[in-house]
């Protein structure tokens, strides 16, 4: 153990070591996660403004959905430009304050989306089930103060994790990933790491766990009363979007087709924006 203590140190900067040699392939991988990232950009930008130019779409559900898709253009920023970089880098490092902020980024973006779609389960939940008090629970008021705590929380909570992470002192500086994880680097710690360990796993019940209770619950309510209403013969003109809701993806890519062209007035909205602006 003295060894060990003898040996830490405060790194500043990690070794990737998932990477490997492709030679000329590198290129071709560059531009498939450029092509990627370029089309997660254009279309939960293409949402967001469509969302904000129309009055009509300043309803809860859609503010709630473009929350959604800033936090993908948030993630996506966060991981695709490194990758671009690593891959057409000879040497795989990243200086250490940087590969705290992709944690920071990387695991802010993850606890916004399950917090975003646990407010988006509520706002579906109350909007059909309860539809007589929808606009008295869920005001505009409301709808501000759940989108500020949605990103607020996860914010203060992975600045606490890196404030517990970034002063531990460490035997090594490799961490056998293609990206920076807050794990990785705590199990190159020769210091005690209790706390850290007991702040993750309570990080992980509250930022994962408890999100998903308010989801399945209202899910399962909402499921219950569209059974009920298509035995009757009644087909919601909602069913498309709550069903699609059921997938509950994090790729940045796949969220604006579940979650925003799939809803019939976004769809429209973008269809006019684009048309709008060809040249006559």
Known sequence: MMMMMMNSTHVSYFTLSAYI????????????VMSLYVLIVCSNLLLIVVICMNRSLHE???????SLFVNELFGSTGLFPFLMVQILSDVHTVAAPLCFLQIFCLFTYATIELLNLAV??????????CPLQYKTKMSQQKVSTLITLTWLLPVVSILVLISLSAPLRLC???IDRIYCGNYSVVKLACS??????IYGLVYTV?????????ILFSYMRILKILLSRLEGGRMPPMLGIVLSLYFLTCQPLFT?????LNVSSIRLACGRLLVGSLPL
């Open 21 to 32: 040699d492709t030679g000329v392939l590198r290129y071709f991988y560059f531009l498939i």
């Open 60 to 66: 809860p559900m859609y503010l709630f959905l473009c």
């Open 120 to 129: 988006m389960s509520y706002d579906r939940y109350l909007a059909i089930c």
């Open 172 to 174: 090594g500086n490799v």
């Open 192 to 197: 005690d790491t209790r706390v850290n360990n």
């Open 206 to 214: 509250v930022s994962v766990i408890l999100p998903l209770v308010p």
């Open 256 to 260: 604006p087709l579940l979650y925003g």
